[in-house]
């Protein structure tokens, strides 16, 4: 094996070893040590394996370091939202580019539904990995129970 650069999302952290997943192949590299790293950091490194099992892996440059906030937010999704939603059926998923970077997905679901997709959307490691293809810095959940709309948006700095 040799070194590989690109970007990385640490999935998992501990003071003596952290875990960072690529978010283009989703290939999970286990490091040696840790680095001062937190989970939802996003590294554009360079990663290596560590001699002489080749087993662990070692963070050899960091090109840049963020993190990803994520948001349960309060707020509704905006009109322009509710209104991608309007002529979707329950389960669909619109997907819109913002202007300059980021995304916006709004999904369609039953009222009953929104809060626990909130959640899983907050917890899955893919939000963070596309955030991170994405270069949001931030990524916002907002419900709207009546309207049966739930928005996540993926914001630049």
Request: glycine share 4%; charged share 30%; hydrophobic share 40%.
């Amino acid at each position: 094996m040799s070194e590989k650069t690109g970007t990385f999302v640490v999935t998992h952290a501990e003071p003596e070893s952290a875990v960072v997943r690529d978010v283009e192949t989703a290939q999970v590299h286990p490091l040696a040590s840790n680095p001062d790293l937190e989970v939802y950091d996003v590294l554009e490194a360079t990663v290596a394996p560590e001699p002489p099992l080749e087993i662990a892996w070692e963070v050899i440059d960091v090109a840049e370091r963020r993190s990803i906030e994520l948001v349960d937010s309060d707020l509704e999704p905006t009109q322009h939202e509710k209104a991608l939603a309007a002529d979707a059926e329950v389960g669909d998923l619109i997907q819109e580019e913002r202007a300059g970077t980021g995304e916006l997905h709004v999904f369609c679901l039953p009222e009953d539904d929104l809060e626990a997709a909130a959640q899983d959307v907050l917890e899955d490691d893919e939000t963070i990995a596309r955030a991170a293809r994405l270069e949001a810095v931030r990524v916002e959940v907002r419900c709207s129970a009546a309207d049966g709309v739930m928005s996540v948006r993926y914001l630049p700095d």
